[in-house]
Structures are given as structure tokens and as C-alpha cells.
């Protein structure tokens, strides 16, 4: 019995044990397996990264949209309600933030895998 480095989550387990105790992924001797279960991993977490993107976008257009509704209508935001504003201005910059980080995290995954 070898020890040896699991491909998915990198703790060591047994050569013989069918699939890894810790993140419960099935062990591979087969090279070409292994490459294409992190391919498929690698496609998962790009498709996620891109929809978190969209997502992300479609939040700071609304923001977006409600900064420059208020804006064009200030009888609606009176000044009891500045939270409202606060509101908009908050959804526009966690999705443009949100949006940057998709991106930087999608251009480094895909620098990463090759
Ligand atoms: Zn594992």
C-alpha cells in the first residue's frame, strides 16, 4: 500500500482507497481521467465565474437605473429617505466590484489551467 497525494483536494490518502475520504472525490491512477476531471472542474468554475459576472452586472445596472430615476424624479427621495439613494449607490458599486472580480478571477483561472 503507497500513499498518495489526492488530485482534487491534495491530502494523502491510500493508493488502494477507491475514492479520497477527505473531499470525497474518486481516485484516478489514470492521468487522462485526472486531466479531464479538472477540466470538467475548471469548465464548472468558469461557467459559475461568468454567471456571477452577469449577475453582477445586472445588479449594478439596476443600481444604475435607480440612482438615475431618483435623480430625475428628487420629489420621490425626500429627505427622510436618504437610505434609499445609499440603497442604489451600494447595489452599483458591489456589482461593478463584483463584476471586476469575476473577471480578474475568471482571466486568472484560465492563466492558471493553460
Ligand atoms: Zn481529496
Known sequence: M????????????S??????PHCG???SSDPGAQAQ???????????????GAMLALVAAG?????LWFLSSRPEILSESQPAIR??????????????????????WHKRKGG
Open 25 to 27: 472525490e474518486a481516485r
Open 86 to 107: 445609499w440603497a442604489a449607490k451600494g447595489l452599483l458599486s458591489l456589482g461593478l466590484t463584483g463584476y471586476i472580480v469575476c473577471r480578474i478571477l475568471t482571466v
Open 37 to 51: 476531471g479538472q477540466a470538467l472542474k475548471r469548465t464548472l468554475l468558469l461557467g459559475r465565474l461568468n454567471n
Open 2 to 13: 503507497a500513499i498518495i497525494h489526492c488530485y482534487a483536494c491534495g491530502k494523502r490518502i
Open 62 to 66: 439596476l443600481g444604475f437605473l435607480a
Open 15 to 20: 493508493d488502494k482507497a477507491p475514492s479520497c
